[in-house]
């Protein structure tokens, strides 16, 4: 049996609210938060990465897992923010918490959901008998360009996991992806900001991909939307997931505990990871959560896990994801922008 | 131990923006060797102090350098221990002359500091401290002395007005020396609402970024006679070393190597703190004339503070602290400062101090430290 | 800031300033950090061994950087501290996330994981430990 034996998020300190960004660009702010269901995102101090989120994230993950360090034997990085363009994240974050060195590593891209391919690929590394335990992580500090819609969303913060057979808290039942060339979002090589396709990133990418692979998930394990006591989908916004919900016949209130999105923004790759985290923090065991990621370009990873009764005594050797979206301090544009433009 | 000075020489300390390295070297040593009427040919050896030229201006090998503008082909010898280049360049020619094996020496010290900007220049002074462990995470001198002051406020009650005091004395002694950086007296309000540079110290708690040169001619002192009057002879050396990092010491607020370097320097001279007359002590910031008050014995540890209040290191008080004006209002030109420590000591002993002068000085002291206290260095000297 | 554009210079510290891996000697039972490489106690009769140092400590003393060195200038004002680490030695980093009221001597506060520098736009990044208060 594959599945979670640790688990640990981390979000920076700093938020910005939605008012304070549309004063800037005299938009209205209340026709903002409710298209978007967003009031505030998080903002990476100056000297935060995505390797100084890893690293936090992945520190947490592996007190709960409560392992030698050393015995983990890949780590992937998700992201679209790597503070390198060649230079891996991954092995910043094995040296920072004493992995290795014989270890394989890293860094994936794929948009928002680079994270949880890296989930899959410790999963096959684990069930090929490569490795023991295997650590994923989907983090980023997330780029938009000012005055843009994104950038009432774009946030930072990270999620890391760490897989193995032995002390497992949530049972990974299965997995299914869903992917296709669909370009709705991007950014080419050596340019600050991303690019979107505004209104197709909606129907043709992001909603056709989550609830393929959702779908797909379901009738692969044999499952129905009434078998799950929790759902995650990626958070763009707010809006998104409670509308792929609806689509899928889901009931909202599923999404509730893992919708940490109105309060801290779209983390990009950490956004359905640390939605699953938030999730697992107050799941009880017995209970199955649905989490499908997106990707776009365009692609969904689609997985059921099953909690575990190990899950009580393990959870709460580290800080809860609430913990970190409590513990905050808001900045001005002026500040943001500093802090955005840093080191 | 005993050792003459015969002449002593500098140049002004400041900004000499159309100065260089060569040329303020340059001037500091002819003026000590006209000062000491020793003619160029009779010098033995040249100890330069200089901390820093290959950061300050790509120039190593600056003691050759000095020698060779000097026409001499003697064996001249760099000197480095960061800001106490200048006092180890000192200790080195009293060594050699001691050794026997020269009659004459030139001890300078000198650098250049302004080629850089303020940035470059705090950068290349961190060299001082621990590149590795404290220049790594953004500290600065500043900010050493800065966790210095903060503790000592901590520990023994010490003021931020008192610490400003320091300033306030010193500018005035520098407003009465003619080669100071700053001839402008300053108020203990003026100092405390100067800019942070690096909480609680503000800019008028910093020694300034100067050139400048300072240089002095040693003699045997059987032979001091043949060339000067009013030798001064130096009676006491000592030097200490503490480790680079200022958190690794077994202090925060002593710095154990002037402590060891006085105990040395006072046992070698044969007198106890209370034969001092007046001092130069190493005021990079205000607090280390604080710190350093105490550690040479002046007071209690714990009480420089109080010193101040009192006015005892004033020009007329019970034991006159940095009549020149000291680091702070004189300059600090890192390799020359611990050489123009010595200068103005020579000058007091030989009453030529002019309007700095403390009444019947027969004995002085100056005192050189490298980075926050990981070296120390202390002479006695006397008429 | 550090060295300028010395990978190994960098690199070569990476575990000790990533982990606060220290060393302790097991004739004095003396710990060090940052690493000795000769127990400056016991010298020749010293015999050192590694050991990973916890993450907690308290601010002996600070100070708050308002004029930086070279590759810092975009963070100032920063403050500064020595800290004296729960398992012993003292070392001089960062302290992040504060607030007015955190910078005191005495304040707790544990290590976490950033940037310290960069060198320029295209030199490698330096990460180390920072502390924030607790």
Request: hydrophobic fraction near 40%.
């Amino acid at each position: 049996m594959i599945g979670i034996i640790g688990y640990g998020g981390y979000i920076p300190r700093f938020r910005i609210k939605v008012e304070e960004i549309a004063s800037v660009w005299s938009a209205d702010a209340k026709s903002i938060k409710s298209g978007l269901n967003i009031e505030e995102k998080s903002v990476p101090s100056i000297d935060e990465d995505t390797a100084t989120i890893a690293v936090e994230a992945a520190l947490n993950a592996l007190k709960m897992a409560g392992i030698n360090p050393k015995e983990i034997g890949a780590i992937y990085v998700g992201s679209e923010s790597h503070p390198y363009a060649v230079k891996p994240t991954s092995t910043i974050v094995g040296e920072a918490i004493g992995v290795g060195p014989e270890y394989t590593a890293a860094d994936t891209e794929f948009a928002c959901k680079a994270g949880t391919a890296g989930i899959q690929m410790v999963m096959g590394l684990i069930q090929g008998g490569y490795i023991k335990f295997g650590l994923a992580i989907g983090a980023d500090t997330s780029q938009s360009k000012p005055g843009d819609a994104l950038e009432y969303t774009a946030a930072a913060g990270g999620a890391a996991y760490i897989l193995g057979k032995n002390g497992v808290i949530a049972e990974i039942e299965g997995t299914f992806s869903f992917s296709s060339d669909t370009p709705d979002f991007w950014r080419r090589e050596g340019i600050e900001y991303p690019s979107h396709g505004g209104r197709f990133t909606g129907i043709p990418a992001y909603f056709k991909h989550v609830v393929s692979a959702t779908q797909g998930l379901m009738s692969k394990l044999s499952l129905k939307e009434s078998d799950f006591d929790y759902v995650v989908f990626h958070m763009p916004n707010g809006k998104f997931p409670l509308n792929a919900a609806k689509i899928l016949g889901i009931d909202a209130e599923k999404l509730k505990p893992g919708l940490v999105v109105q309060r801290i923004g779209n983390t990009y790759s950490g956004s359905s990871m640390l939605g699953l985290a938030a999730t697992l923090d107050i799941a009880k065991p017995g209970q199955r959560i649905l989490v499908t990621s997106y990707g776009s370009g365009a692609g969904s990873d689609s997985f059921s896990i099953k909690v575990t009764d190990l899950i009580e005594e393990k959870r709460n050797k580290t800080k809860k994801i609430q913990d970190y979206i409590d513990d905050k301090e808001y900045v001005t544009y002026a500040h943001y922008t500093r802090l955005r433009r840093g080191i | 131990m005993k050792v003459a000075i015969i002449g002593v020489g500098t140049t002004k300390f400041g900004e000499h923006w159309d100065k260089s390295l060569r040329e303020l070297a340059i001037e500091a040593g002819t003026n000590a060797i006209i000062d000491a009427k020793v003619r160029g040919s009779e010098i033995d050896s040249i100890y330069l102090g200089n901390m820093s030229a290959g950061r300050f201006i790509g120039q190593e090998h600056v003691a050759a350098l000095v020698s060779g503008e000097l026409g001499l082909s003697i064996p001249a010898v760099r000197v480095e221990g960061a800001c106490a280049s200048g006092g180890i360049a000192l200790r080195q020619g009293i060594l050699s002359i001691l050794s026997g094996q020269d009659d004459i020496v030139l001890a300078g010290g000198a650098e250049k500091m302004t080629d850089l900007m303020t940035d470059g220049a705090t950068t290349a002074l961190m060299g001082a401290a621990s590149q590795e462990w404290e220049a790594y995470y953004g500290l600065t001198f500043p900010s050493l002395y800065a966790m210095i002051a903060r503790r000592h406020m901590f520990e023994f009650g010490t003021t931020r007005e008192q610490i400003a005091k320091v300033a306030v004395k010193n500018h005035h002694n520098g407003s009465l020396n003619p080669i100071a950086q700053f001839n402008k007296e300053i108020t203990v309000e003026e100092v405390l609402n100067s800019t942070m540079v690096a909480d609680p110290l503000t800019l008028l708690d910093c020694s300034p970024i100067t050139d400048g040169a300072a240089a002095l001619i040693l003699c045997k002192a059987e032979l001091a006679k043949k060339y000067t009057d009013n030798p001064v002879y130096i009676i006491g050396s000592g030097q200490a070393s503490d480790t680079l990092a200022l958190h690794d010491r077994r202090s925060l607020t002593t710095l154990d190597a002037t402590v060891k370097a006085a105990q040395v320097a006072y046992k070698q001279a044969g007198i106890n703190v209370d034969d001092i007359d007046l001092a130069e002590v190493h005021d990079c910031f205000t607090i280390a004339e604080i710190v350093a008050t105490e550690d040479l014995g002046f007071c209690k540890k714990g009480e420089g503070g109080k010193l101040l209040d009192e006015g005892a290191t004033e020009l007329t008080g019970r034991i006159p602290v940095n009549t020149s004006g000291g680091l702070k209002a004189v300059g600090h030109p890192v390799g020359a400062t611990g050489v123009k420590q010595a200068i103005e000591i020579v000058l007091q002993l030989r009453g030529e101090a002019d309007k700095r002068q403390v009444k019947d000085a027969k004995i002085g002291l100056t005192h050189n430290v490298g980075g926050s206290g990981a070296t120390a260095v202390v002479h006695i000297f006397s008429r | 800031m550090g060295y300028e554009s010395s990978v190994p210079l960098f690199w070569r510290l990476i575990k000790p300033r990533y982990q606060l891996i220290g060393n302790k000697c097991t004739t004095c039972g003396n710990t060090f950090y940052p690493p000795k490489f000769l127990c400056p106690i016991c010298r020749k009769e010293g015999k050192l061994e590694e050991i990973k140092l916890g993450k907690t400590g308290k601010i002996l003393t600070f100070s708050i950087v308002r004029s930086a060195p070279t590759g810092f200038e975009k963070e100032t004002p920063y403050p500064v501290a020595i800290i004296e680490l729960d398992d012993g030695p003292r070392l001089t980093s960062q302290i992040v996330d504060w607030k007015e009221e955190d910078l005191q001597i005495g304040r707790k506060v544990e290590a976490c994981f950033r940037r310290i520098y960069t060198d320029g736009k295209e030199g490698i990044i330096n990460y180390g430990l920072k502390f924030r208060p607790i």
